[in-house]
């Protein structure tokens, strides 16, 4: 059975940074793309950012510039460097592996609190 683990998250103050890992562990094969979403509270998930396979990554505006995907395929696990941290990014943050079955892993999440 997959599953995907989060850490990284923290408390931290406007201005800092962070960086979250997404490991997989079990035997994962044909991951199409690794992302990163996050739910503040009140509001819907949305997506922050992806990597795909060949190595393209995509961001939401609110986020372009600040945070930075990245991925090991060897270890199957994607990170999420988080620089000038906002406390409009304070969330729960998820990963996601995207296969190329269709088939779809979420982590379970890991809290990101930025403070003013």
């Known amino acids: 059975q997959v599953q995907l683990v989060e850490s990284g998250g923290g408390l931290v103050q406007a201005g800092d940074s962070l960086r979250l890992s997404c490991a997989a562990s079990g035997t994962i094969f044909g991951i199409n793309a690794m992302g990163w979403y996050r739910q503040a509270p009140g509001k819907q998930r949305e997506l922050v950012a992806t990597?795909?396979?060949?190595?393209?990554?995509d961001y939401a505006d609110s986020v372009n510039g600040r945070f930075t995907i990245s991925r090991d395929n060897a270890k199957n696990t994607v990170y999420l460097q988080m620089n000038s941290l906002k406390p409009e990014d304070t969330a729960v943050y998820y990963c996601?592996?995207?296969?190329?079955?269709?088939?779809?892993?979420w982590g379970k999440g890991t809290l990101v609190t930025v403070s003013s």
């Open positions: 996601n592996f995207k296969l190329r079955n269709s088939k779809n892993y």
């Open positions: 990597i795909i396979s060949g190595g393209s990554t």
